[in-house]
């Protein structure tokens, strides 16, 4: 049977009565339930028996037998291997009470508290206390010191069960009582350490009977384990006793407990394979995140570089929304994901230094550094191509607005040109008295007149087919053609101006001299006219304006413009007064006219018509006017409502950044406590997301109205975005240096004390606030901890904390150093070690050994991975742990 001196000698006293506490659970003040009863009586005698049989005794009646205290402390002595005070041979009731106290003072030394257990319930044979008595014996000598992976008693006991009948089919240990009903736990247990003695495959689960007496039997007659129950009695309990199932299963812990040398090392190798297939797990993560993130910043630059020009502004303003879409809805979530790409990466290294493993290196192109790298290219090519998308609106508005300014005057000269050419061709002069032919040169000098004042609008339209060139007009082709026409015809009426005025003068001297009223009427007619339909022009030109003052100019100059109209109506009075004097004289003296006037085309009539028409187009442009401005007060509410919000927000952003920067450097409380207060600070931080989202929606009608300056603020929507994704980028980051402390303390056992101190040593020293120190610093913080440093060992620090050599130190490096100098690490070596164990001592394991003694994942892990034996003694199918035990590490490859 199991020897329980060594172990019940190191168990602490208080950690004892901790767990004693805990476990005590069995109800003394409501009787047990019969049939758990008479399983703990079964159970608790044959367990009393295995060990008073060593000193050549046993009992019969559990609650009789122990009722004299002899038995009771000779019992003791045996689980216990030391030496009780002498019992007293007396009969009477005190003496029994005396030898059952010296009983129970010595369970109480050993840390147990005896809850309402007194000896005189003992010596008066009350079952209930006298089966306590005896479970809190079996916790404290047989289950108490089960430790399996840092758990220790009832949950130790579980997990070792669950360790060894995992592989089992039909058996799923998940308690001490309906999981055994069936018997092929017991018998998993034996065969996983015993094989011979049980033929597993022949069990059945629906005969339970069967199989709780095979495994009873097997037990008794070759592992020394007494028969503790029977297996109908838990068969034909809905529920067995826990006590029972528990003291008999630890039965069986303590006759294997010779193979947990094995165990160990196995868990040794399970618990380095897990943390190695979790890093490649994490490093398979991280190189598909990177390698999609690429690939989208790869497919979106291209389309972000694309200057192919549109030729209206609403096709423009189509790609301007296409581009608003991918800023609102297709990058957002690229940037969470290019964070989560940082903190994975900085995790997966926290935890590779943690586990003494090289540090990740991703694959060529994949780096931190590479993404963002990446990422600042596709900024850049966004920048560009908003300034393109706006620089490309005012360009095709200022277009648009030249091509209609160009159309408008063009059809305003052809208009005007329409017949010259045939009336400057005529031979009218020929047939014509003196006195006509004078007035046909008079008439030709006014039209020259005209001509000259028309040059103006012919060198307006060449100005603007040339600028439409260089503007790069999509219909630039045509308009080149119709101001080529106009040229052509202007120069071909020069010509044949030049050419009449010649022929007339040639018959001046024939002819008499002209009526000079007629004269003076076409004189002043002719600039009148000219004044007129340039006013009308203007009056209908077409005006683009981007702010309040820039219209306000218009309105000046339009004011300006109707306070010269009185005079030009007086102007036009004194043009008409001459022709009502031709009329007077006409009259007075019998003249009969012609009906028109010989020197010009224009008659009172047309000069009264487009007067009156000029007059009506005034208040149309008034009202043009007034318009545009109520339209740029519109703009500049906005501008003002933009700004209001963006002011408020680049506030609070540059408030938040500088608060999360204090915080990272004076944060208190607990770990946990700091990763909860920053979450819930970052959740803060997340709810002005509807300022953010409103910002972004005045930013739309900004741009919708085409406003492109905003003087009320010195923000961007660019700036501002930036900011606001540098701030989330900050919070998450800080996080995740928390999360990463705490793995830290978990993996190292750092307690919280500790990191209270390093970090008060770190801040102390850290005179910037910056969340970093310069060598000298960390020198003097090196120094006030104990350390006795010489330039070589500080040199060696320096290269373990600063292996970039940026000449700083972070406090996650500080107490990643710290922990590394206060605490042990599995090493390739100890790994070998645990390996030769499972394999007997040999250089080589094979793969039975592995499986037998390995959860099957890891076990098919070191399988695949372990290269083939070579060694002199090699036989088929030896594999080589060495090797893979020093590449988990670092030291070569798999």
Not at 227 to 243: F, G, Q, S, Y
Not at 344 to 353: D, E, G, I, V, W
Request: aromatic share 8%.
């Amino acid at each position: 049977m199991v020897d329980y001196h060594a172990a019940n000698n190191q168990s602490s006293s208080g950690a004892v009565q901790t767990y004693m506490e805990q476990e005590n659970d069995w109800d003394r003040d409501l009787l047990l339930d019969p049939a758990w009863e008479r399983q703990q009586r079964k159970t608790f005698t044959a367990w009393c028996n295995s060990h008073l049989r060593k000193a050549g005794t046993q009992i019969d009646n559990i609650e009789e037998d122990f009722r004299d205290g002899l038995k009771l402390m000779l019992l003791l002595e045996v689980i216990s291997g030391e030496r009780l005070p002498k019992p007293e041979r007396g009969k009477m009731r005190v003496h029994k009470i005396n030898n059952v106290n010296k009983a129970l003072n010595f369970i109480a030394s050993k840390g147990v508290k005896l809850v309402s257990i007194g000896a005189e319930e003992i010596v008066d044979g009350n079952v209930k206390m006298t089966l306590g008595m005896i479970w809190t014996i079996i916790l404290r000598f047989a289950i108490q010191d089960i430790s399996v992976e840092e758990t220790s008693a009832k949950e130790g006991l579980l997990l070792w069960c669950q360790r060894k009948t995992a592989p089992y089919k039909n058996v799923n240990v998940q308690n001490f009582h309906i999981s055994w009903k069936d018997g092929l736990a017991f018998n998993a247990l034996i065969h996983r350490h015993r094989p011979d003695l049980i033929d597993y495959d022949s069990l059945r689960k629906d005969d339970p009977v069967t199989n709780l007496n095979n495994a009873f039997e097997v037990a008794e007659k070759h592992l020394d384990i007494p028969k503790m129950l029977d297996a109908e009695d838990i068969v034909n309990t809905a529920r067995p006793d826990e006590k029972a199932i528990m003291t008999y299963v630890s039965s069986f812990y303590h006759a294997f407990s010779g193979a947990q040398k094995a165990e160990t090392a196995a868990n040794r190798i399970c618990k380095v394979l897990a943390v190695n297939q979790e890093n490649e797990q994490m490093m398979e993560d991280y190189e598909k995140l990177a390698s999609d993130l690429l690939e989208w910043i790869r497919r979106t630059i291209p389309w972000l570089e694309n200057r192919n020009q549109e030729k209206t502004v609403k096709d423009l303003q189509a790609k301007q929304e296409d581009f608003r879409d991918y800023r609102c809805v297709h990058k957002p979530p690229k940037v969470q994901e290019k964070c989560q790409l940082e903190i994975s990466f900085n995790t997966l290294q926290t935890k590779l230094r943690l586990s003494n493993r090289p540090a990740f290196m991703p694959s060529e192109g994949r780096m931190v550094s590479d993404i963002n790298g990446a990422w600042h290219t596709l900024e850049g090519a966004e920048k560009g191509y908003e300034e393109w998308i706006l620089s490309e609106i005012r360009r095709l508005e200022r277009l648009e607005h030249l091509a209609e300014k160009f159309h408008q005057k063009a059809a305003i000269h052809e208009s005007w040109t329409d017949g010259k050419e045939a009336m400057l061709t005529q031979k009218d002069y020929e047939t014509s008295t003196l006195a006509e032919v004078k007035a046909l040169l008079k008439k030709h000098e006014a039209f020259e007149s005209d001509l000259a004042a028309h040059q103006d609008r012919v060198e307006q339209i060449a100005a603007i087919a040339q600028e439409l060139n260089q503007l790069d007009y999509y219909d630039a082709a045509n308009v080149n053609a119709r101001c080529q026409k106009i040229c052509d015809q202007w120069d071909i009426l020069g010509a044949l101006t030049h050419s009449r005025k010649d022929s007339l003068e040639r018959t001046e001297k024939q002819l008499e001299s002209i009526d000079e009223l007629y004269l003076e009427y076409a004189k002043r007619a002719a600039p009148f006219n000219n004044w007129m339909e340039g006013a009308m022009e203007d009056l209908q030109d077409m005006f683009i304006v981007h702010n309040i003052v820039e219209i306000q100019d218009l309105i000046t100059a339009h004011e300006q413009f109707k306070s010269t109209l009185t005079e030009a109506n007086m102007e036009r009075e004194a043009i008409q007064s001459i022709q009502a004097e031709v009329q007077k004289i006409a009259q007075s003296n019998g003249i009969k006219l012609s009906g028109s006037n010989p020197y010009t085309t224009i008659t009172p009539e047309s000069i009264d018509n487009k007067w009156e028409r000029a007059m009506a187009m005034v208040p149309q442009r008034d009202n043009a006017l007034q318009e545009e401005l109520n339209k740029q007060k519109s703009n500049d509410t906005l501008r003002a409502t933009f700004a209001t919000q963006a002011n408020a927000v680049g506030a609070y952003i540059k408030d938040k950044m500088e608060e999360i920067g204090r915080i990272s450097i004076e944060m208190n409380g607990t770990l946990e406590d700091q990763l909860t207060n920053l979450k819930e600070y970052q959740t803060s931080i997340m709810s002005y997301m509807p300022e953010i989202n409103k910002l972004e929606g005045y930013h739309q009608l900004i741009q919708e109205a085409l406003i492109f300056d905003n003087q009320y603020t010195k923000y961007t929507m660019e700036h501002l975005r930036v900011g606001w994704e540098q701030l989330l980028t900050t919070i998450a980051r800080t996080i995740n240096e928390v999360e990463n402390q705490i793995l830290t303390r978990d993996a190292k056992g750092i307690s919280q004390e500790q990191l209270y101190e390093y970090r008060a040593s770190f801040n102390h020293f850290d005179k910037k606030r910056s969340g970093q120190m310069v060598s000298d610093d960390f020198r003097a913080l090196l120094i006030s901890t104990g350390y006795s440093l010489g330039d070589t060992e500080f040199a060696r620090i320096m290269s373990i904390v600063d292996p970039n050599g940026s000449g700083a130190v972070t406090f996650q490096a500080f107490i990643d150093f710290m922990s590394t100098e206060t605490t042990d690490r599995d090493t390739a070596d100890q790994v070998i070690a645990s390996f030769k164990i499972l394999a007997a001592d040999k250089n080589y394991i094979m793969a039975e050994e592995l499986r037998r003694e390995l959860p099957p994942d890891q076990a098919e892990y070191c399988i695949a991975r372990m290269a083939p034996y070579t060694g002199p003694d090699a036989v088929p199918g030896a594999l080589d742990y060495m090797s893979f035990s020093t590449a988990l590490y670092g030291e070569s490859d798999l």
